[in-house]
């Protein structure tokens, strides 16, 4: 019954969208087509779902003759879906004026029209946000600002800036200041006041609001109260404050040994995120004599046996205490690397001053690795390509790497090299080029290896870039032309195999409700929301079905900010051997939501992100597709490296 409660609370507070009978709609978002007559029956329809669904499809237009069309809506039926639409479709004087009257009408969602405020208007517009809220503190004034200058368009007077910092004070609501936080710590952080945040700490605020209090000072690099708050804020009870706290309280200017030694306590936290950031900040640390650095030293290197430490703590003491061995790092690496995981090995040797014992140490390495150790060793050993790559032998072990058994190796290496290695390798590197190309054209798990050769061949010639690119175009392999189709023409066969992706996934995305997701740690629960992102959400269950993500690493934990899983390699750098489109919305990326990993718009595949807290930078840049509501205590211990066992859909 709990399940079901959550089901529906949640299902209240998302307005309905796409649904299952809407496939031409959602299929003409999918090819990009956006295809005006089906577009335009929907926002006429006078159906509330259908308008919705259709200004959520016209965001990724970037079609601007589609605002009229939105202009003409009743903004009182779908004011979230409005503001999203018209700030997605960018600059507009039009869309500026019809946001400034709604304000106007004194409407409650003064937070969605400030936030499109900043995406669509000029310099003018700007200043009459400013007016405006000079008159009257409307909500949502510290997100226009931080839209305004995410695109350049800032106060000459920092005007703007200046009402931010007006704000900070104990008497506007928690959401302003919350919002505020949000805005200067993006965009201004350097104009804060230290002095002025204090009372943020010493309240009853939420951890999300305390968090971007936390994040200027540590912008700042300062904390310049007392211990007590130290103290108090490194032994909350919440998690998500010890850790914000471990990355900034480091910058405080400890007086004692005894100082010292409570923040290290942290180590010792019962959560593994917060361990290892405390870990991860020791660096920031200003140790006031000689004799408490020895003390710390000793104290970390004895850490590096204790088995009441996760191996990931461990891993960051040992790469942390490099910085006490400088002329001594061989020796430390050798008597110590035994000590932690691999991974923490190549990430050493990656940092230390001698390149020549770092090459030589990887390349032995990854003579026995397996693929995913291999990738992790020679991304390392990439850290020294500056000093090696006029050496012989690492330019040679290099070019040995365009094996066809290796395309994450090969991804790496074309993103590694520079155009004189290119040049003064250039015979070697087409010969290369032709043979891997010719070889693995038409497998599909290639293909971003072939994308990533050919964008070489620009450090080569016109002539031999225009041979492999008609090489590619002449294949059978319509997902990768698809992912080069800025290069070449989008063909019928291209399309048709787009269709037969898009049928494929549109036929789950309504069939299950949700996951129960069992890891190491425990099991939780998530809610899809096909409604909003229903590619995205059949991609997720058709993959699910497929086993794909059964005994899959969380390969990316950033601590209080998000876990992301879902690439079978573990490396981050791979999925399946297609992609999907971005599906943005006003949904904000609240904690617990569930978001697709990208590397720019429509570049998805099967890697996803759970968030560990409230960030709206994220908002309206990702594709927001469910979220967590069961199991939250396994969201807060998620460690790198710990594995989703297996995935059951729910119906």
Known sequence: MRLVAVFLVLLSVLSAQYKNHDYELVKTTFLREFDKNTLENYLQSGELDKVNAALLSIAHSQ?????????????IQQPKEIAFALGELGQSKLSAKYLFKQIETGTEFTNEIFDALGKVGDEDDLLKCIS?????????????????????????????????LANLNAEITESDLFYTLFALYRVASDKVNPDKLEFIFQNEFKPETKLYGLGILRKLSSFPYSFDLVQKLITDSDWSIRCEAARTVCYYEYQSPDEIFAYLNLLFDSNPNVSLTATQSIQNIKFRDESLLRSVNEFLTNLLNDPNLSENTRGEIFLFLNTFHKGTEVEFYEEYSKMVLPIFNYRYLANISNCNFAFTELRKLY???DDYNKFHIYSNMMSHFDSLKHDEKFTNFVLDQYSPDQP??????????????????????????????????????????????????????????????????????????????????FTSEVKEERIELFDKLFNYAFEYSGALIVTNKGTFTIRFMPEIAPISVGNFIYLSKNNFYDNVIFHRVVPNFVIQTGDPTGTGWSGP???????????PFDTYYIGMASSGKDTEG????????????LNTHYT????????????????????????ELIK
């Open 63 to 75: 079609d601007t003759s589609f605002i009229k069309n939105i202009l003409g809506l009743d903004f």
């Open 132 to 164: 405006l809220y000079e008159k009257i503190k409307l909500t949502g004034f510290p997100l226009a600002v931080y839209n305004f200058h995410l695109r350049g368009i800032k106060n000459e007077n920092e005007e703007d800036v200046k009402l931010l």
């Open 367 to 369: 003579g026995n690795a």
């Open 408 to 489: 994450l190796i090969i991804t790496l290496n074309n993103l590694s090299i520079d155009s004189s290695f290119a040049v003064a390798n250039s015979e070697k590197l087409r010969e290369k080029i032709s043979e891997l190309v010719s070889a693995k054209l038409e497998n599909s798990f290639f293909n971003q290896a072939i994308s990533s050769l050919f964008h070489v061949t620009n450090y080569l010639d016109t002539l031999f870039t225009n041979e492999i690119l008609s090489t590619i175009s002449s294949s059978s392999n319509h997902e990768l032309k698809y992912d080069l189709r800025s290069e070449l023409t």
């Open 577 to 587: 051997s297609h992609t999907i489109v971005s599906e943005f919305s006003h949904i």
């Open 606 to 617: 099967s890697q996803w992100f759970v968030m560990q807290n409230n960030y709206p930078h």
């Open 624 to 647: 927001n597709f469910g979220k967590v509501i069961n199991g939250f205590e396994v969201i807060k211990n998620i460690d790198q490296y710990d594995v989703v066992k297996k995935i």
